[in-house]
């Protein structure tokens, strides 16, 4: 920081900035600063702004994204240059296709004079551009403000995703004019569907004779969630969700019919085939489609906050576009129960879906398999207890065998997939509810993507349980291996003692050695706040059995029964 700004009252880019990202109510920065970060690093010093130091840029990026999914709030991350640059990339595709509001800042070696050639210079603006919303470079102090209330804006409004400003080591330290304007947030509404398109749209539920509700990852809002157990409430039209659309209405209302976490193939699948109109709420593209349209199948009416990406499988024969929680007030409004409506298959679909979730899910067999798992961790975490999942076989289970209460209480990502970002995930939920139990749930090999950040909870003094799903392989992968008929090869590999490399970061961990101690270790581990880390191992042989065998057999018989 120069004598000058401490003398005259003007501010260097690096406060300037700050004073930017403080007007913007940003608490939190996740980050690993550089040397060309420092004097935003002083700025941050001075401010209100909590600086959360990580062990790794991706794990930062992945906390703010979570931040901007948990909080509807931009969420904020910073790297230095070039490689540190380069380590936030996974982070901004996960915010991207996930519809995460956040923010990346990264540093740069002087852009108006610099006497170290091209080390460590890459062109980190382009490089972010097809990954981002909005990716700009500073080159003047004065244009700080501006350029950083048009990122804010961006990176919030539907739908939602990551921009990244550049921020040089020289224009951090520059100082900016004495009248330069900082702006404040826009309190724009998002506008609301036509009423002609709401009108047809009833007519169409009104018209169908067994009419189903989708509800997708768009949905995912707090406003949108309200709005929608108005809607279930008031025309007692059955639901199901996509992966990304779990909890959005509590999943033991008596009107769910499950979660289309397969591609085909389970019960879900039978009420979605014989659906004549499915209201498709919130659905974005980035999941798997949840069903597949054929010309003169079944109708559908789009219902989100944009029109729909329409390709060979998804062509909605009508669409609401507009701001989705009015939207679904007004359809619940004016709907009602409907004479002609006939919701006598789904209630048979989702008594054999509730049968089936409960064949085996208290086995005692050890290794323990994956109903027992997700049947256990279900009984420990309460109403608004939350659980982070990480990518691997294990999300499938949960995704259909575990039941949501409340929104945002499942965090899994079906749009990235990446793996690593299970804990990190869970660590933001801690940070964000420190009285809430929240539980990160990781294979084995998506926890050690990220594992140095046990460090991090520990020194933030988290209320967290990591479960660690043990197979010593990349188990989804060898179970798509064996779907295909190719030789196990390739996917097998060794692991620390998950139990000593907990100790080691001052964390606790535990080892489940008997199925019957899983609950209890778990509930113990809740109690006793802090970090703890549970080691589990899993059979993932009932994949095969269940997914590929069982499911097939079932929903045949219950298709043939229609």
């Given at each position: 920081m120069t004598d000058q700004s401490r003398t005259d009252g003007a501010l260097t880019g690096g406060q300037l900035f700050v004073k930017a990202l403080e007007n913007e109510g940003v608490r939190y920065i996740f980050g690993v600063p550089g040397e060309e970060n420092l004097d935003l690093l002083?700025?941050?010093?001075?401010?209100?702004?909590?600086?959360?130091?990580?062990?790794h840029e991706q794990a930062a990026g992945f906390m703010a994204a979570t931040y901007g999914r948990l909080t509807g709030k931009v969420g904020v991350c910073l790297s230095t240059l070039g490689p540190g640059a380069t380590n936030l990339?996974?982070?901004?595709?996960?915010?991207?296709?996930?519809?995460?509001?956040?923010?990346?800042?990264s540093g740069q070696k002087p852009i108006k004079s610099s006497k170290q050639g091209l080390f460590q210079i890459l062109d980190v603006v382009d490089l972010m551009r097809p990954l981002t919303k909005y990716t700009r470079q500073i080159s003047n102090a004065n244009t700080i403000p501006a350029k950083l209330r048009e990122a804010f804006r961006l990176a919030a409004e539907e739908r939602p995703g990551a921009v990244h400003l550049e921020l040089p080591e020289d224009i951090a330290a520059e100082l900016a004019?004495?009248?330069t304007h900082i702006f404040d947030p826009s309190d724009a509404r998002r506008p609301t569907a036509s009423e002609k398109s709401l009108q047809k749209a009833a007519e169409m539920i009104r018209s169908a004779r067994h009419p189903l509700i989708m509800i997708g990852a768009g949905a995912n809002r707090k406003r949108v969630s309200q709005a929608l157990i108005h809607l279930v409430n008031t025309t007692d039209i059955p639901f199901f969700t996509t992966q990304m659309g779990k909890g959005v209405v509590d999943e033991r209302h008596p009107r769910y019919i499950g979660n289309a976490a397969l591609s085909s193939g389970d019960f879900v699948h039978c009420a979605i085939d014989h659906a004549d109109l499915v209201i498709n709420v919130g659905h974005d593209v980035v999941e798997k489609p949840p069903f597949f349209m054929q010309p003169g199948g079944k109708q559908v009416i789009h219902v989100n906050f944009s029109g729909a990406d329409v390709d060979p499988v998804y062509f909605p024969q009508h669409e609401v576009v507009g701001d989705i929680a009015n939207s679904v007030e007004w359809?619940?409004?004016n709907c009602g129960r409907c004479a002609s409506h006939d919701f006598t298959e789904f209630m048979r679909v989702k008594a054999a879906l509730e049968a089936h979730l409960e064949d085996r899910c208290e086995d005692d067999g050890f290794p323990v398999i994956p109903q027992r798992i997700v049947h256990d961790v279900r009984k420990v975490m309460p109403d608004d207890g939350i659980i982070a999942l990480d990518n691997g076989m294990y999300k499938l289970w949960f995704a259909r065998n575990y039941k949501a209460y409340d929104n945002n209480t499942v965090l899994l990502d079906n749009a990235l997939a990446s793996m690593g970002a299970g804990l990190p995930s869970a660590m933001m939920a801690a940070m964000l509810y420190p009285k809430q139990r929240v539980m990160a749930i990781c294979g084995d090999g998506g926890f050690m993507m990220n594992s140095q950040e046990l460090e991090t909870a520990v020194r933030l003094k988290l209320n967290l349980v990591i479960l660690i799903i043990n197979d010593s392989a990349y188990g989804m992968i060898k179970w798509k291996q064996a779907q295909e008929g190719f030789a196990n090869f390739g996917l097998d590999y060794g692991n620390p003692d998950f139990v000593r490399y907990a100790e080691s970061y001052g964390a606790t961990g535990h080892r489940v050695t008997e199925t019957a101690q899983l609950e209890p270790t778990l509930e113990k581990a809740m109690k006793a706040g802090g970090v703890h880390l549970v080691d589990v191992p899993v059979d993932y042989r009932e994949n095969d059995r269940v997914f590929n065998r069982e499911l097939a057999e079932l929903t045949r018989d219950l298709n043939a029964n229609c």
């Open positions: 002083e700025a941050l010093r001075e401010s209100s702004i909590q600086l959360v130091l990580n062990r990339v996974t982070a901004a595709a996960y915010a991207q296709l996930g519809a995460m509001p956040m923010m990346m800042i004019a004495p009248d359809l619940a409004d």
